[in-house]
């Protein structure tokens, strides 16, 4: 049973409008989720992290909302750019752990 | 950033042979480390998290016995995939990090292919 889930295994979306990534877990107790970024071949790397004591994180382009009571979040990509097509994986982890369970991931395409 | 970097990043062997697969952390000092396995078009799984000095904690299913996890220094962890099977072929992520609760640096991956 997956306890994170990205129901959009793809998604394409044109430069410079907004990319919504979403993500649904099932695990209540879950406290930190996460969103990492993987190219092709090489490791995923760090976007955006949210704590469940919040509703939203933003970071430059980069905004991540927390819905807890739906189980639900979404990472919010604006203006997209065709360097940020790649595959996004949302994380989650139980007491702020290092133990991450992985969504599925989301592989993003961003046309000029 | 912190960067880990693991080797080979591909291997091909034969069924029946082990094969290890290096991580390390090159500008840090990595108190815990983590490997991850990836199917294709399917999430992350993460199958062991080592503590520097002490044994590893494999996650529910993961053979360890067939999947030996070796974190001798803190800049350097070993898994070692024994009398590999075509079943084994996957995408094996390091991951490591400087001290609990820290963030975790992704090692570009391992490709292993058992024929």
């Known amino acids: 049973d997956q306890q994170v889930k990205q129901n959009s295994p793809s998604l394409s979306v044109q430069e410079g409008r907004i990319s919504i990534l979403n993500c649904d877990y099932t695990n209540s107790m879950f406290d930190y989720f996460l969103w990492y970024k993987k190219y092709p071949a090489e490791g995923p790397t760090f976007l955006i992290s949210?704590?469940?004591?919040?509703d939203k994180n933003e970071d430059g382009r980069f905004t991540v909302f927390l819905n807890k009571s739906a189980k639900h979040l979404s990472l919010h990509i604006v203006p997209s750019q065709p360097g940020d097509s790649a595959v996004y994986f949302c994380a989650a982890s139980v007491n702020y752990g290092q133990n991450f369970v992985f969504g599925p991931g989301t592989r993003l395409s961003v046309l000029p | 950033g912190a960067v880990v970097s693991q080797h080979p990043s591909w291997v091909i062997c034969k069924s029946g042979t082990s094969v290890k697969i290096e991580c390390r952390s090159l500008?840090?000092?990595?108190?815990?480390m983590f490997w991850y396995r990836q199917f294709p078009k399917q999430s992350l799984m993460l199958m062991a998290t080592?503590?520097?000095?002490?044994?590893?904690?494999?996650e529910q299913g993961v053979e360890k016995d067939k999947f030996l996890i070796n974190h001798a220094s803190l800049t350097l962890s070993t898994l070692t995939v024994t009398s590999a099977h075509p079943e084994d072929s996957s995408f094996y992520i390091c991951s490591a990090s400087q001290a609990p609760y820290n963030e975790q640096f992704f090692g570009p991956g391992t490709r292993l292919t058992v024929l």
């Open positions: 080592s503590n520097e000095g002490s044994k590893a904690t494999y």
């Open positions: 500008d840090f000092q990595a108190t815990t």
């Open positions: 949210i704590s469940s004591i919040k």
